[in-house]
């Protein structure tokens, strides 16, 4: 007997690798999607709902897509274009023909689908505005999720927006801490694991190109300007898909190879260190001289699981699985 498939919900500010997660988890005979919210932040929300339509679209899926927060919290909505391009795909032109958005609101849908499903995974690939809108308006929903999977954050201080903070947090880090301290289950997958081997290089990129298919051709051409700002910014050749691999990890939580767990606090008073996220790696917040400073954080929050080190043969097998 087969297992009965995992419900997951997807919040995503959809460009090129958020698009790629989308069609892994479509496509994926292990989960059934109940909904995916969209929210503001490597492009607008209302481009980033398209974004998600045409990849829906694109799958043949019926999966309801719901619009969410047009900005952070607190703060103004800084974009992630020169990395994803303007329309956030590349670029080339990629509108939803049939598809529309759901009326309701992503944050009403979050609770009613969480509700509705208990022992739902949530995975987030954008900033944590939507989810934290959900749990402050109605925190009883954190008994409900079984996993929440965070693309998100900076464990090892080398961050993308700036040296110490990654792109998700960085855009709303008011949303993030809310969310790190609500008692979810975080598993924190950070910008880290994507880079080096784990980013596509050329040669598998001929590999994807090679399946010949429309749904493999759009993941690595909607992905065009990705590579090569990332090739600027890091001096690295390939496409990087942080989404995609907490994605792989949602999937198969085995992809995670090492991880432990930490309390986890964001950082948003500071210019310099905006949306870094600080892990208590050696469990110096339980020491009486840092006790002031992170006791609301340790009354409040559960520790994190951190990620990290994945199976990188293992997430690109599953990734080629999904656009075959
Ligand atoms: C994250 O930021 C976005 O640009 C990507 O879609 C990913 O979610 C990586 O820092
Ligand atoms: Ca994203």
Known sequence: ????????????????????????????????????????????????TLNALYTVELCGSEVPVYTGAATPL??????????????????????????????????????????????IEVITLGPLTNLALALKREPSIVKNIARCVVMG?????????TPAAEFNIWVDPEAARIVFRSGLAIEMIGWQLCRYEAALNPLEIAEVLALNNPIAEFAIHCNSTGA?????????????????IAMAVLLDPALNVDSS???????????ITRGMTVVDRLNVTGDGR???????????????????????????????????
Not at 10 to 38: F, G, N, Q
Not at 228 to 244: C, M, R, V
Not at 294 to 309: D, I, L, N, Y
Request: net charge negative; hydrophobic share 40%; aromatic share 4%.
């Open 153 to 161: 954050g900076a464990p090892c201080c080398e961050g993308n927006v």
């Open 261 to 271: 767990r930490h309390f986890v606090e964001i950082e948003t008073a500071s210019e």
């Open 228 to 244: 090569a700002a990332y090739k600027i910014q890091t001096g690295e050749e390939g496409i990087s898909l942080p989404d995609p």
């Open 1 to 48: 007997m087969t297992a009965p498939r995992r419900k997951i919900l997807i919040d995503t500010d959809t460009a090129s690798d958020d698009a790629v997660a989308l069609i892994m988890a479509l496509r994926s005979p292990l989960v059934e999607v109940a909904a995916i919210t969209v929210v503001a932040g490597n492009v607008d929300v209302q481009q980033a």
């Open 290 to 324: 840092n006790g002031a400073v992170w006791a609301e954080t340790r009354a409040q929050a559960v520790p994190s699981e951190v990620c990290w080190k994945i199976d990188v043969p293992g997430w690109k097998k599953l990734l080629m699985e999904s656009l075959r």
């Open 74 to 119: 607190l703060r103004t909505l800084e974009t992630a274009q020169w990395f994803h391009g303007r329309d956030g795909l590349g670029d080339h032109g990629y509108v939803p023909h049939r598809r529309t958005a759901e009326p309701t609101h992503a944050v009403d849908a979050i609770i009613a689908t969480i509700d509705a499903n208990p022992g």
